[in-house]
């Protein structure tokens, strides 16, 4: 049957040289194993706070709505006011923001501009910037949505510069050569072609602005995260469980919403 | 109708485009321009409309100089050239009346275009070439729901709807099977009769050109080599356009598929010889 000699064929190995390799392999395990043995870890404490974890996991069973009731709604309210509010304005800034950073439609110095922008918003966390205004705006819902808005301008005009720069030069090309201005091009052959995906990406960001309402709370930014805080504070794991229980909720019904409107707009 | 005099292109890194051409298409002509890929046919169309800017030289479009005209200027010069793509290059997401209305944006104001207030002449005159192109009832379907036919059939009404003077053709075929192509060929050649139009029309399917058009232009390496009737075409010619090949073996694909076939008898042969 085998007059001619078998050739066998495998992939060739990302790093030619054997000993190399080898070496690499070796290395990685053995600082891993070294990196493992610096951690120190207090099993008494250990120990000791999986009492309280349990107490809070065991709180889920039966979450407490009822006895801070009050405080949980008007926190819920802020929050939501918090995520609307500060979406509506971040995607209306991020507008200007996102078309100055893409590079096929705007000069350079107002590139350089804009993408220092995105830059400034996206280098630091959210929880980061809700520090520095609640120093500047005291604590309260003010604080918390400037910084909703601050991060959601970075976010949303850094993906809507990626999309510009990634349309279809072509149709542009085609009405400019009938002899539309530049607003024209915009609205007639940029427009159509980024527009479901901004759609799509705002409301991504209202369910995202959601949820850091909730974080930022905690350090003072008011709404259901300063409720939740606050429960903690207090060892009331039932009204926590409450709390974290609607919060799960509110994303839930956001993300499916969110995918639902997505999917209709393509 | 069209006069191009001393027209060059250097691309940025010394793509030497254009060199010298001297062009001058009269009113009601179709002609067809031919030449390998990169001999600057691209470049020479959009020149004219100046989607690509000239180096050096002088156009003239209708007694209207193009060359040197200010944003302003060009825009409304721009509304006298139709140009049609190869890919088409329709707004995907738009709708076949949005496309083709998208024509006349060159008159109308930035509001009216936005909210799609299109004059009712405009919308007329939509409706008719929409017809006109065997495209009736399909207005508010969505450009990339459509066919490679159809979708340059939108593209020659976008071209149209503009009340132009010249139009400017980009291989309008080379994305477009060969009964398809001709049905499209035949509706410019229509289309410029009845408008009386001069076209330039870029192709690389010598044979389909010679079909259809009145005057062929031969451009290599950013030159004019050739510039005469279809039929003044030799293969003396398509040799000093395009350069060495057997031009009249070409035109008879059996003998490739004797070769094909010749070629997959070896290769079973040899097969079965390993297999033994």
Known sequence: ?266 | MLRIRGLSKTYRGGDRALDGVDLDVPRGQLMALIGPSGAGKSTLIRCVNRLVEPSAGEIVVDGAPVTGLSSGGLRAARRRMGMIFQEYALVERLTVMENVLSGRLGYVGFWASWLRRFPQADVDEAFRLIERAGLGGMQDKRADELSGGQRQRVGICRALIQDPALLLVDEPTASLDPKTSRQIMRLLVELCEERQLAAIVNIHDVVLAQMFVQRIVGLRAGRIVFDGPPDALTTETLTEIYGEEDWAASSAPEDDDEDDAAAARAAALRLAETAR
């Not at chain 1, 392999?25 to 207090?42: K, Q, S, W």
């Not at chain 1, 349309?167 to 050569?177: C, F, L």
């Not at chain 1, 539309?180 to 527009?195: E, I």
Request: hydrophobic share 55%; proline share 4%.
């Open chain 1, 1 to 266: 049957m085998s007059g001619a000699a078998i050739r066998r064929w495998r992939p060739p190995p990302l790093i030619a040289n054997a000993w190399l390799r080898l070496a690499i392999y070796c290395g990685a395990a053995l600082y891993l194993a070294l990196a493992l043995g610096t951690l120190e870890v207090n099993w008494a404490r250990v120990a000791e706070g999986l009492v309280r974890g349990w107490a809070f996991v065991a709180a889920f069973g039966e979450p407490d709505f009822t006895s801070r009731w009050g405080e949980i709604s008007e926190g819920m309210v802020e929050s939501l006011t918090m995520t609307v509010v500060s979406t509506v304005l971040g995607v209306a800034l991020s507008l200007p923001v996102g078309l100055g950073a893409a590079r096929n439609l705007a000069p350079l110095p107002v590139y350089l501009a804009c993408r220092g922008i995105i830059a400034a918003s996206r280098s630091f966390p959210e929880i980061i910037i809700a520090i520095l205004f609640v120093k500047m705006f005291g604590f309260g819902p003010l604080a918390g949505m400037v910084t909703l808005t601050f991060a959601t301008v970075g976010f949303m005009a850094k993906l809507l510069a990626e999309d510009l720069e990634d349309i279809d030069e072509a149709q542009v090309e085609a009405v400019r050569a009938a002899g539309a201005n530049w607003a024209q091009v915009m609205v007639f052959a940029v427009q159509p072609q980024v527009l479901p995906r901004f759609i799509g990406l705002s409301v991504y960001r209202l369910d995202i602005n959601f949820r850091e309402s909730a974080v930022i709370g905690i350090v003072g930014a008011g709404g259901i995260g300063a409720t939740l805080n606050t429960s903690f504070d207090r060892y009331e794991f039932g009204t926590s469980a409450a709390i974290l229980l609607l919060i799960i909720g509110i994303v839930m019904i956001a993300e499916y919403s969110s995918g639902i409107i997505r999917k209709r707009l393509q």
